[in-house]
């Protein structure tokens, strides 16, 4: 007798559970990528800030100081007579003046420092993209601006326009810093760290990334306590609602808080939005409270003054934090 034909093949039911092997082992892999690829990313951003330390200790080298934070251009505002005065709202951001340290030395050739940043060919630079201002983890800027992720720390103050005594950080709106200065030790001071860009819309108030603007500084302009920058962030909340602005790190030219200056008053990843007491100011030319932020799970990266780049988690002890953006208060700084 005549045997058939033996038909190999799957089963509709060994078909499906194949399908659910493959899909279950896609699940336990995905998520291991994503890490893997976020480390990547991190380990990127960390390097774009050591790249940002070298550039700072080589500028001290050249110049016997740190850049100024905001560094005025000298215009004739007002249709005066001859010479020129200070017009702090345009000044050149410590990025902008460490560009021939970063291996972007034509591009300062072409600034023209004489005049402000909003004019002319200096307008058309500053839109310039350069990856080593951009964190790998966070979104690109949502506009022709270039987008900026790393700002150098004025310290624990507001510092916008505050008094000398009051300009303590390692970058500054006027008094100019040497490692002289860093007499807490320049490995216990932060001197830069990351911050997010927004989305440059106003269609919804976004408070990990967007100023609230009209926000009174409750407290001192330096060391303010926990209470104070809990009802600053309280304040910021409410504000934000009605009169906020998302134009936030667009720029690595300008020298202002909320472009490429932030302060050590609010923790990292600070859960209230940042805060700026004027009321309509686009560029955030006015004093506030602006954290360092990132897109890194449990805290940010932080440039030390001596070069090395830190780890610091979100909750770490606020009057450290604190302390840790003074360049010479004299305190010990514990663990962080």
Not at 37 to 60: D, I, P, S, V
Not at 210 to 217: H, I, N, T
């Amino acid at each position: 007798m005549k045997l058939g034909k033996h038909r190999s093949g799957f089963t509709l039911i060994e078909l499906l559970v194949v399908i659910a092997i493959i899909a279950i082992l896609i699940a336990l892999l995905l998520p291991a990528v994503q890490q893997a690829r976020e480390a990547a990313r991190r380990t990127q951003c960390k390097n774009h800030l050591k790249q940002l330390g070298l550039a700072m200790h080589n500028y001290h080298d050249t110049h016997g100081l740190f850049p100024l934070g905001n560094a005025p251009s000298m215009v004739n505002l007002g249709g005066g007579a001859s010479g020129g005065n200070l017009n702090p709202y345009y000044g050149f951001s410590a990025q902008a003046l460490m560009l021939p340290f970063l291996d972007q030395g034509p591009l300062y050739q072409q600034f023209d420092f004489n005049t402000i940043v909003l004019t002319g060919n200096n307008n058309t630079l500053r839109q310039t993209k350069i990856a080593a201002f951009l964190c790998p983890s966070d979104g690109r800027w949502n506009g022709a601006e270039a987008g900026n992720n790393y700002v150098v720390s004025g310290g624990p103050s507001v510092w916008w326009n505050v008094a000398s005594g009051d300009q303590i950080g390692v970058f500054n709106f006027r008094r100019s810093v040497s490692f002289g200065d860093l007499t807490d030790g320049s490995s216990n001071i932060v001197a830069a760290s990351e911050s997010v860009k927004g989305d440059n819309t106003s269609a919804q108030f976004n408070t990990f990334t967007d100023v609230a603007r009209g926000v009174a500084m409750t407290g001192p302009a330096v060391l303010k306590s926990r209470t104070d920058i809990d009802t600053i962030g309280a304040a910021a909340l409410t504000a934000g609602a009605t009169n906020s602005n998302s134009a936030v790190r667009r720029d690595w030219a300008i020298g202002t808080c909320g472009q490429t200056v932030f302060n050590t008053l609010a923790p990292p990843n600070w859960k209230a939005p940042d805060a700026v007491a004027c009321s309509t100011c686009s560029a955030f030319d006015g004093q506030g409270v602006f954290a360092a932020r990132s897109r890194h799970t449990g805290g940010v990266h932080a440039l030390m003054g001596d070069g090395a780049v830190r780890f610091i988690g979100e909750n770490v002890d606020f009057q450290t934090w604190q302390r840790l953006g003074h360049i010479s208060d004299g305190n010990t700084v514990g663990e962080f």
